[in-house]
């Protein structure tokens, strides 16, 4: 004949609630480790905005140094609309990889930029239009 502790430890009731337990305890682990990964990688929306402005700074001061002096620095919330090259948008992650693919093709003497990731070659200088997100410049020969 078994024990009382065999019988309670082999019961399918005993085996049933320590699973729901042990579920349960894994489950506030998972949302204790997600709420430690969110909060370090939680960004304020002030932060991010100091974070864009800091970026606009080191690319128009990257723009105006060494090889940069032929380009015009970055205009922000600026668009040259017209006078693209044929064919579809350069595909780029930053308005300074627009402005650095117009450098390298002689013919372009101006771009802009489309956020969030195309870069318009320009033939001519379109005169610049006020366009939030957007980033232009000219080529300055």
Known sequence: MATLKERIE???????????????LAGISAYQTVLEIS???TVSRNELTALRKD????????????????MSPISYDMDRHGDDFDGPAL???????????????????AWAYEP?????????????QSRPGFASGVKRN
Do not use: Y
């Open 91 to 109: 595909p780029t992650r930053f308005p300074g990889q627009c402005q650095d693919k117009c450098r390298d093709i002689p013919e372009c003497k």
């Open 55 to 70: 970026l606009k700074i080191l690319e128009e001061k990257a723009a105006d140094m060494g090889a940069g002096q032929e």
């Open 116 to 128: 969030p990731n195309k870069c318009w070659l320009k033939k001519g200088k379109p005169s610049e």
């Open 39 to 41: 909060n370090q990688t």
């Open 10 to 24: 082999n019961h399918p009731a005993v085996f049933f609630l320590g699973a729901i337990v042990l579920g349960f």
